[in-house]
């Protein structure tokens, strides 16, 4: 299973912007993604790329807002996250497993330590 290392989160005002990142490996062998926790409720997976074609796959929930990427080079995985709204604030994962199905179900079989992100005025 791959190691992965969140960062970036942090308190941010509605409307506003955030960037995590991911320090990970295997990004030609696994499919990774990103998803969230809040207080008293379920995971829920928010958003995945593909390894096999860079496809990328969204929550409705936050479609249209957040964007997930890869920086092979550098072996990190983003979540730029746009329009950010109170509902966001949660402990962002990022996660990897083999399908995007499996990551978007929040089941997956490597993640990390968690980012909180609060939303905040």
């Known amino acids: 299973q791959p190691q992965l290392a969140e960062s970036g989160g942090g308190l941010v005002q509605p409307g506003g912007s955030l960037r995590l990142s991911c320090a990970t490996s295997g990004f030609s062998i696994y499919d990774f993604g990103w998803f969230r926790q809040a207080p008293g409720k379920e995971r829920e997976g928010l958003a995945c790329i593909s390894s096999h074609d860079g496809s990328t796959s969204y929550a409705d929930s936050v479609k249209g807002r957040f964007t997930i990427s890869i920086d092979t080079a550098k072996n990190t995985m983003y979540l730029q996250m746009n329009s950010l709204k109170s509902e966001d604030t949660a402990v962002y994962y990022c996660?990897?497993?083999?399908?995007?199905?499996?990551?978007?179900?929040?089941?997956?079989?490597?993640w990390g330590q968690g980012t909180l992100v609060a939303v905040s005025s």
């Open positions: 996660a990897a497993d083999y399908g995007c199905l499996k990551v978007l179900s929040a089941r997956v079989g490597a």
